[in-house]
């Protein structure tokens, strides 16, 4: 598995990993979430906002400028993904129409756009909006969740373990949100039961 695009991500009281969630709207959601996912929540600021974007695959580095209410919206397509992604990784097809039309919402705006510099540089009209930001997310969503990537929706299969990912390798056959975190504690698992003296 390329790690590629992974993310470093440093759980509360836990061990630093590298995930990579295969795809860029599922990795809004290691920045929090509602109920127990709240514990985790990073984006309190429109200045977090603005902060966590280079560390995602959306490639506009610090261009970003992100007001309150993207803030907001960003918090609303978050929730509506979370509640898609779960469903869609249950195996049910049932996905909410309300959290499908906060998707379309959000991928109505314009997305961030590219332009050509003199040294042949690729980068972005700057600034970016948070709402243009939102929108790349958005259309990324409905890329996966509108094609055959979405039987590629995955929960880890680690213990209590609630990381959602794309499984974007060829025979499809990822179970983990980590080898060093849940890849690993199941080998270990596996080997102290082959050998509970050892
Ligand atoms: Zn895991």
Known sequence: MTLANAM????????RFRFDAGTLCL??????????????????TPADL???????RAGLGDLVQVSADDLAATLRVRAALQRLAETAASGSRALSGADLATLNEAAAAPPPVPVIGPALERTWASPVTG???????????IEVFGGPALDRIRTCGGERCPMLFLDTSRPGARRWCSMDRCGN??????????????
């Open 8 to 15: 470093e991500l440093a759980p509360l009281g836990g061990q």
């Open 27 to 44: 990795e809004l959601l290691v920045t929090g979430g509602e109920g127990e996912l709240s514990k985790w929540e990073r984006l309190h």
């Open 50 to 56: 603005t902060a966590w974007i280079p560390h995602s």
């Open 131 to 141: 709402a243009q930001f939102l929108s790349a997310v958005a259309r990324d969503a």
């Open 185 to 198: 504690r199941y080998k270990l698992r596996t080997r102290r039961d082959r050998h509970p003296a050892g």
